[in-house]
């Protein structure tokens, strides 16, 4: 039974995150990249949706986020925007829109936010992206921040593993995350890193850190909706927390209207003209 109530109709945005944090409430974010389902989504009461180049993984059926393209990513948006009342939409630019051309990576930005509508942008990466994330604030776009295991950074370092296990690696996300928070990004993500630093993290920037595999010591939680409502069965990490088996009702769904048809016996009389 869904728990919505007037207070949670209230629209989200990027400073009531914020204010969340400062009140110690945590922040319920899940993915979306259709209509219907953000439609869902929104009324059950999620704070965030985040329009994710996962889509490239469980939309698109790509091994990696790397092939997805800005065109995708807003025709994507397009739909989820059309349907959230409440939640702050967010979008991500996915790779080689925003790497390495500060003049690129606020073009990518304004056509997610023009094009469909998105109330901010997430980027992967720290210091090295400074300078991109820097412009795009610098244009009035909100910019969300992603440390840790960087999806879109698959090939260099070649492994899914947690991140920043290492003295030296957790120092430097530390250190962006830090940075991330001085330069005004509004949110930061972090993936798949030890819980204990993420904590630390937390405490150390005003901003609210969103974990996906980052412990309960952050302020809030994302996983992506096709993952946590049981849609894939082969995917099956640590931090992942199964809410739903959709994949066995709709493939009992499925089976039973094919057996139907086969047998005549849908559409019935009463289904008819």
Avoid: W
Wanted: aromatic share 6%; proline share 3%; with cysteine.
């Amino acid at each position: 039974m869904s728990t919505y109530t007037e207070q949670k109709k209230t629209k989200v945005t990027t400073r009531r995150l914020i204010e969340m944090k400062r009140r110690g409430e945590k922040i319920a974010c899940l993915t979306s990249y259709d209509f219907t389902i953000a439609s869902l989504v929104d009324e059950a009461g999620v704070d965030l949706i985040l329009v994710g180049d996962s889509a490239s993984n469980v939309m698109a059926g790509n091994l990696t986020t790397l092939p997805i393209t800005l065109d995708e990513m807003i025709t994507y948006a397009k739909g989820v925007t059309r349907a959230v009342k409440r939640a702050l939409v967010v979008v991500d630019l996915p790779f080689g829109t925003y790497q390495g051309n500060s003049k690129e990576a606020l073009a990518s930005a304004v056509r997610v936010m023009k094009e469909a509508g998105a109330e901010a942008v997430k980027l992967e990466g720290g210091a090295e992206i400074r300078e991109s994330i820097e412009r795009i604030l610098t244009a009035g776009i909100p910019v969300m921040g992603h440390l840790g295991l960087t999806p879109q950074s698959i090939n260099k370092f070649g492994t899914y593993n947690v991140r920043a296990k290492e003295e030296a690696e957790a120092r430097k996300l530390e250190e962006d995350a830090r940075m991330l928070d001085e330069l005004g990004c509004f949110a930061i993500v972090l993936e798949k890193v030890p819980a204990a630093l993420a904590q630390r993290v937390t405490s150390q920037v005003s901003v609210p850190v969103i974990g996906i595999g980052a412990g309960s010591g952050v302020d809030g939680q994302i996983l992506v909706f096709q993952d946590m409502m049981g849609m894939n069965h082969g995917f099956s990490p640590k931090f992942l927390r199964r809410y739903a088996d959709l994949a066995t009702v709709i493939n009992a769904g499925v089976s039973r209207y094919v057996e139907d048809v086969k047998n005549t016996d849908f559409p019935n009389a009463d289904e008819q003209y």
